[in-house]
């Protein structure tokens, strides 16, 4: 990178570094614990619509009406603020690959809304067993997206 292309990014990045008042940064929860959080996922019976990777979950027996896979290998893993927002808030970004139909009613999750009977200590854990449920796998043919204008000429 050139000193000019710098010295251009040095005032968008300041003029991005403002702090709003309703900005998540600094918003940290505790560390959860990943066998509490899957005793929670289960109690709150999200295994009726979740699959996750690498568990056994208990099932009332009924095929679940919608299948939702949770963890495995992917390419990026969602950080820790995509996962609570996904649970506390599961119409803010709904995942592509799915039906939409099967998963959304005029773009609103279908969801159980949990809110008002799960507790931020089943928050935290949920979130700790889900984040322990991916891992990140690159496939050997993959190239990152690297906007045009920040490579260099070799």
Excluded at 67 to 76: F, M, N, T, W, Y
Excluded at 97 to 115: C, P, R
Excluded at 135 to 140: A, F, G, R, S, V
Aim: hydrophobic content about 40%; some cysteine.
């Amino acid at each position: 990178m050139r000193w000019k292309d710098v010295v251009c990014l040095v005032p968008l990045v300041l003029v991005g570094c403002e702090l709003k008042s309703n900005s998540p940064m600094g918003f940290l929860l505790p560390d959860g614990d990943t066998t509490a959080g899957q005793a929670a996922f289960t109690d709150l019976q999200c295994g009726m619509c979740h699959t996750v990777e690498g568990t056994e979950l208990p099932t009332d027996g009924d095929a679940r009406p919608i299948d939702v896979a949770l963890g495995g290998e992917v390419i990026r893993v969602q950080t820790y603020g995509e996962l609570v927002t996904a649970v506390i808030n599961p119409s803010h970004d709904l995942v592509q690959g799915y039906d939409l139909e099967a998963i959304s009613v005029d773009g609103t999750s279908l969801m159980a809304d949990s809110n008002d009977r799960m507790t931020v200590q089943q928050l935290i854990d949920i979130v700790a067993y889900l984040q322990a449920s991916y891992t990140k796998h690159l496939p050997d043919d993959y190239k990152p997206y690297i906007p045009l204008g920040l490579v260099t000429p070799e």
